[in-house]
């Protein structure tokens, strides 16, 4: 019996040995097929810290070189990779994570992500640039922080002020879950891309703070934003030329000036815009609600297929309006943008400006197809009725409408 106990024990201590030296083995193994810095999450996937790279959390350092390091390594990994910006504040200057990448990538900031305050530090047009990645996820609860007072003194000059974080020539992307602060330009944008999703974002800046748009778009295609609270010094959201198939939800805006489509026309080589979808949102003391805008003396492109519905506006100067007289002090020319099948349904709340809806159109193009469906608008205080501007559109008038339907457009 003695024996047989001892065989047992004897053969026990042998597994458990084996199992150790197995996973010995295994880790050795992992550690050499993985860069440094990395490590193997429970789900799969490496997971690159940029502490592991140099990185220091001192709110002082430039760390854009450990990011980038870190993203290289990631990006050169055999399978899914995640680099982690981990709690604490890292100052960076401009960085660029490029790919393509071997997998999918995920730059996941827990912390704050701080813009370094020295203007000489940025050679581009942004601060934090994704480029020609597929297959990428940017989240992770964290701030990421443009100190736009150091910089909002220099707008309006030459050159744009650095957008917090640019997506460029991306597709299949998320970018959800996170906060944007104080952005020098523009806080985020989403250029030359496809299939991406952003939301559940929080981005905020002063009313007075210039050009700090929350989110801008350009040259994309199938793109859903929903589900996010933005307030800045410029327009909530701005969706440029050429992006198709675009729907927007959910959105709380304020302040701000609105979710204005356009400003279109500005350059030669703009591209058509079509399929734009935007539902369900409030605005709130915002100096636009709906908008369409365009340059005078544009190149000749188009606008179409364009819906806001069900869109509540409290106390908003300019809840309705096309303008496409943008701009007109410096350029004469009347524009060449074709605005058609815009819808405007289920708006209601209140104005501050007499003047609720404004359908102000280009004669060398005018508007057609525009639809005004149950408008239900009231004054914010007490000036008389709302009234109704148009010029140069076509336009149709279904269910309640207030302010009165007009009965022609000059």
């Not at 496409?324 to 060449?336: A, F, L, R």
């Not at 239900?376 to 009725?385: H, N």
Request: glycine share 10%.
């Amino acid at each position: 019996m003695a024996i047989l106990v001892g065989a047992s024990r004897l053969i026990a201590a042998c597994l458990v040995l084996g199992v150790a030296c197995f996973t010995a083995i295994n880790g050795v193994e992992a550690q050499q097929n993985h860069p440094f810095g990395a490590r193997r999450s429970l789900l799969g996937g490496a997971i690159f810290d940029i502490t592991k790279f140099e990185a220091k959390a001192d709110g002082t350092t430039d760390n854009a070189m450990p990011i980038i390091r870190a993203w290289n390594a990631a990006c050169r990994s055999p399978g899914a990779a995640k680099v982690v910006i981990p709690r604490g504040n890292f100052m960076a200057g401009e960085i660029v994570l490029a790919g393509p990448c071997s997998a999918q990538m995920t730059l996941e900031i827990q912390g704050t992500l701080l813009a370094n305050p020295d203007p000489s530090t940025y050679t581009g047009g942004s601060w934090i640039m994704l480029q020609k990645v597929d297959n990428v996820v940017v989240t992770g609860g964290g701030t990421i922080n443009g100190q736009g007072k150091n910089y909002w003194q220099y707008a309006g000059g030459d050159s744009p002020l650095p957008v917090s974080l640019v997506f460029q020539t991306v597709g299949n992307a998320k970018l959800y879950n996170l906060k944007f602060v104080d952005s020098m330009g523009f806080h985020s944008k989403v250029t030359d891309s496809h299939d991406v999703s952003v939301q559940q974002l929080r981005i905020n800046a002063p009313a007075d703070s210039p050009n700090t748009d929350g989110i801008h778009l350009s040259s994309s295609k199938n793109v859903n934003i929903t589900d996010s609270v933005i307030g800045t010094g410029d327009d909530c959201i701005s969706i440029g030329h050429g992006v198709v198939n675009l729907a927007i939800a959910r959105i709380t805006c304020g302040p701000g000036h609105g979710i204005s489509i356009g400003s279109l026309g500005k350059r030669v080589d703009e591209t058509n815009l079509k399929g734009v979808r935007i539902t369900n949102c409030t605005l709130i003391a915002t100096t636009n609600g709906a908008r369409i805008k365009t340059y005078h003396d544009s190149p000749q492109i188009t606008a179409s297929d364009i819906v806001f519905q069900d869109i509540k506006m409290i106390d908003v100067k300019h809840p309705i309006i096309i303008d496409q007289h943008y701009n007109s002090k410096t350029k004469p020319g009347e524009s060449k943008v074709k605005i058609s099948n815009a819808r405007f349904v289920n708006i209601k709340g209140s104005s501050t400006s007499p003047v609720a809806v404004t359908l102000n159109c280009s004669s060398a193009a005018p508007c057609e197809g525009i639809q005004l469906e149950n408008i239900d608008l009231v004054p914010s205080r007490s000036m008389g009725p709302l009234t109704s501007a148009c010029s140069h559109a076509k336009f149709l008038f279904k269910g309640i409408q207030n302010p009165k339907a007009l009965a022609n457009c000059v």
